[in-house]
């Protein structure tokens, strides 16, 4: 299997609309939220042999000056899950942080995310790629399940 991880473009709007129609309630929704996050934030696609199998949204926050940043999704196609295809994904991306910081003439100092206090595969991915939980996000899912803060400090 040939894995590629590469920059999301305006070329994959339809592919990516179409992955997200499922969790988006609909392929509108999933259109509007795919263009919002093409033209608006950095997305790295991993790819396996040509096909999309997962994504990371991320962007930077408020001055560059600052080094801080956040990511908004991970995902790995399920039948692709469990080949550290979300870990290497991850990695790659901290790399692009580092690197985007850099190009302003400033150094990362930090990465958060939220994810839900019951997402252990997710907060194993987190903590595997160092980042610690630093707190409480609010509550969002119906059932009441809590938000975590995770934070990886370089
Ligand atoms: C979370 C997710 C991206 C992980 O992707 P993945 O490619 O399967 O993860 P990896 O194979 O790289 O696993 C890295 C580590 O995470 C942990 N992990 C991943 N899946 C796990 C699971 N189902 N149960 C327990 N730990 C798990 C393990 O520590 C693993 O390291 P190991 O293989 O050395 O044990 C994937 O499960 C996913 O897409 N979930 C649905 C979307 C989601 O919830 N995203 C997070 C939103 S905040």
Partial sequence: MTIVFRDATESDF?????????????????????????????WKLVEADGKIV?????????????????ILDVWIDESYRRRRLGFRLIIEVIKNIESHFESFGHKAKCVILFTSE?????????????????????????????????????
């Fill in 118 to 154: 019951n997402n252990i595969s997710a907060r194993r991915l987190y903590e595997k790629a160092g980042f610690k939980k630093v707190g409480y996000g609010g509550y969002v899912a119906d059932d009441g399940t809590r938000e975590l803060l995770y934070s990886l400090n370089f």
């Fill in 14 to 42: 339809e592919i990516l609309s179409r992955i997200y129609e499922k969790p988006y309630d609909g392929l509108e929704t999933a259109r509007k939220f795919v263009e919002l996050y093409l033209g608006h934030y950095f």
């Fill in 54 to 70: 997962g994504g990371l949204i991320w962007f930077p926050r408020e001055n560059p000056e600052l080094g801080w940043a956040e």
